[in-house]
């Protein structure tokens, strides 16, 4: 009667032990994985070995669960009607249920949560021995699972996907282990290869060129001034590029102040320009950046015209935000709030920054990549300062327009439902 007791109470420990490790085991992280498989030697590794194989640990250590409750239950009962006769069974098994409940599964489950790597590294030997003893059970189980599976949700499999990639982040800013900034710059990683070149791009109406032909000693002083490190040059018409020129060497060839710097034009000092389309994407537009060792390029619309120019600049400010230069006046953010439910935008506000700072999901065209853009399309018209819209989202006022675009807007938003 002692062994049995005995019996019974190593069959409870080996099921605090199979709940312990099935915790430890699945809340490792990819991080702690790859950690212990480099500093803590062969059980290291076997962690990462099981961890990998998820339907033979799982199923494991599940039958080696089910096999000492379903044995510890059986013996409790035999023990009780040795004792006390049937009629005690069922105080025992609800005695049992308790005992397992607290001793068995939520207190060694939680102590797995906190210390998973210790309790993971002093199990994964056991673990790893039972894995191959129980190996015909596992794939008789794991075979018959895959079928009812396959059954029930065909053609059907867990991923990661962006989705839910970002939400994690989101809730790892929500937790503080994540802080705002740092939430937006790993959002813009992700999100920047199927960002266009078309939505960080200076707009050709915004670019500064000058005509190839202009003496460098006319256009000097103007080029300096300007604070720019590259300037694009035209032949003829400002849109049709041929050229660019670096202010490097414009201040190199001014500075010679011989005969041939007092004739010398921007062409003889112009390189050639690299295109690019406009629907290239930021990622692919960087990383030739990097290989062809360039810092500007010049983007070509559909029909091959000018659509405007981008530099390495602006593809990193795209995912750390504006860079001020030393004399560069300072500048407010796009999204500014001016009340509880408005706020003024500028024009060239992205939908992401919408989305990220308002919530709100703006229904736009593929093609239109700002908020000023966005408005076009609904108003169908040139908007003037002054004009208003509203739309589901809320209510708009254009408070600034110059040369037939949107620099700023008030927006009003709708009251929400509850």
Same mark, same amino acid.
């Given at each position: 009667?002692?062994?049995?007791?005995?019996?019974?109470?190593?069959?409870?420990?080996? %099921?605090?032990?199979?709940?312990? %490790?099935?915790?430890?085991?699945?809340?490792?992280?990819?991080?702690?994985?790859?950690?212990?498989?480099?500093?803590?030697?062969?059980?290291?590794?076997?962690?990462?070995?099981?961890?990998?194989?998820?339907?033979?640990?799982?199923?494991?250590?599940?039958?080696?669960?089910?096999?000492?409750?379903?044995?510890?239950?059986?013996?409790?009962?035999?023990?009780?009607? %040795?004792?006390?006769? *049937?009629?005690?069974?069922?105080?025992?098994?609800?005695?049992?249920?308790?005992?397992?409940?607290?001793?068995?599964?939520?207190?060694?489950?939680?102590?797995?949560?906190?210390?998973?790597?210790?309790?993971?590294?002093?199990?994964?030997?056991?673990?790893?021995?039972?894995?191959?003893?129980?190996?015909?059970?596992?794939?008789?189980?794991?075979?018959?699972?895959?079928?009812?599976?396959?059954?029930?949700?065909?053609?059907?499999?867990?991923?990661?996907?962006?989705?839910?990639?970002?939400?994690?982040?989101?809730?790892?800013?929500?937790?503080?282990?994540?802080?705002?900034?740092? *939430?937006?710059?790993?959002?813009?990683?992700?999100?920047?290869?199927?960002?266009?070149?078309?939505?960080?791009?200076?707009? =050709?109406?915004?670019?500064?060129?000058?005509?190839?032909?202009?003496?460098?000693?006319?256009?000097?002083?103007?080029?300096?001034?300007?604070?720019?490190?590259?300037?694009?040059?035209?032949?003829?018409?400002?849109?049709?590029?041929?050229?660019?020129?670096?202010?490097?060497?414009?201040?190199?060839?001014?500075?010679?102040?011989?005969?041939?710097?007092?004739?010398?034009?921007?062409?003889?000092?112009?390189?050639?320009?690299?295109?690019?389309?406009? *629907?290239?994407?930021?990622?692919?537009?960087?990383?030739?950046?990097?290989?062809?060792?360039? *810092?500007?390029?010049?983007?070509?619309?559909?029909?091959?015209?000018?659509?405007?120019?981008?530099?390495?600049?602006?593809?990193?400010?795209?995912?750390?935000?504006?860079?001020?230069?030393?004399?560069?006046?300072?500048?407010?953010?796009?999204?500014?709030?001016?009340?509880?439910?408005?706020?003024?935008?500028?024009?060239?506000?992205?939908?992401?920054?919408?989305?990220?700072?308002?919530?709100?999901?703006?229904?736009?065209?593929?093609?239109?990549?700002?908020?000023?853009?966005?408005?076009?399309?609904?108003?169908?018209?040139?908007?003037?300062?002054?004009?208003?819209?509203?739309?589901?989202?809320?209510?708009?006022?254009?408070?600034?327009?110059?040369?037939?675009?949107?620099?700023?807007?008030?927006?009003?938003?709708?009251? =929400?439902?509850?």
């Amino acid at each position: 009667m002692l062994t049995q007791m005995i019996f019974l109470f190593f069959l409870l420990v080996f %099921s605090a032990f199979f709940s312990s %490790s099935e915790t430890a085991f699945t809340s490792l992280t990819l991080y702690q994985i790859e950690h212990l498989s480099k500093e803590r030697g062969a059980r290291g590794r076997w962690i990462k070995d099981l961890s990998g194989k998820s339907d033979i640990l799982l199923t494991t250590l599940l039958i080696g669960n089910n096999l000492v409750n379903i044995g510890a239950s059986a013996l409790a009962t035999s023990l009780t009607i %040795s004792f006390w006769g *049937n009629r005690f069974v069922g105080y025992t098994t609800g005695l049992l249920t308790l005992v397992v409940l607290i001793f068995c599964e939520v207190t060694p489950k939680q102590l797995a949560m906190v210390h998973n790597e210790a309790i993971a590294l002093f199990t994964v030997p056991a673990v790893k021995i039972l894995s191959y003893m129980f190996r015909p059970f596992i794939w008789a189980v794991t075979a018959i699972s895959n079928l009812l599976i396959s059954l029930f949700s065909p053609g059907e499999s867990r991923k990661l996907t962006l989705d839910s990639l970002l939400h994690l982040v989101n809730m790892g800013r929500d937790m503080g282990i994540v802080q705002d900034y740092e *939430n937006r710059m790993v959002k813009k990683v992700f999100t920047i290869n199927e960002t266009p070149v078309q939505a960080i791009m200076t707009h =050709r109406k915004d670019v500064y060129c000058l005509d190839k032909n202009l003496s460098v000693l006319s256009v000097y002083e103007e080029i300096v001034d300007s604070g720019r490190a590259r300037i694009p040059v035209y032949h003829k018409d400002p849109e049709n590029i041929v050229g660019i020129v670096l202010v490097q060497d414009l201040i190199k060839a001014v500075m010679r102040e011989d005969s041939a710097s007092e004739s010398l034009k921007l062409k003889d000092l112009m390189i050639e320009p690299f295109f690019v389309p406009e *629907n290239r994407k930021v990622n692919e537009l960087f990383n030739q950046f990097k290989q062809e060792k360039l *810092n500007i390029a010049v983007v070509l619309d559909e029909y091959g015209g000018l659509a405007g120019v981008v530099t390495q600049q602006d593809v990193v400010e795209e995912i750390f935000g504006h860079i001020a230069d030393e004399d560069e006046e300072k500048r407010g953010h796009k999204i500014r709030p001016t009340g509880k439910h408005s706020w003024e935008l500028q024009g060239d506000t992205d939908f992401f920054e919408i989305r990220e700072i308002l919530g709100i999901d703006l229904n736009h065209d593929k093609d239109t990549m700002t908020l000023g853009g966005y408005l076009i399309d609904q108003m169908g018209e040139i908007p003037q300062t002054g004009a208003t819209l509203r739309l589901d989202e809320g209510f708009y006022r254009i408070v600034e327009a110059e040369n037939n675009r949107i620099v700023r807007v008030e927006f009003n938003a709708a009251p =929400r439902e509850a």
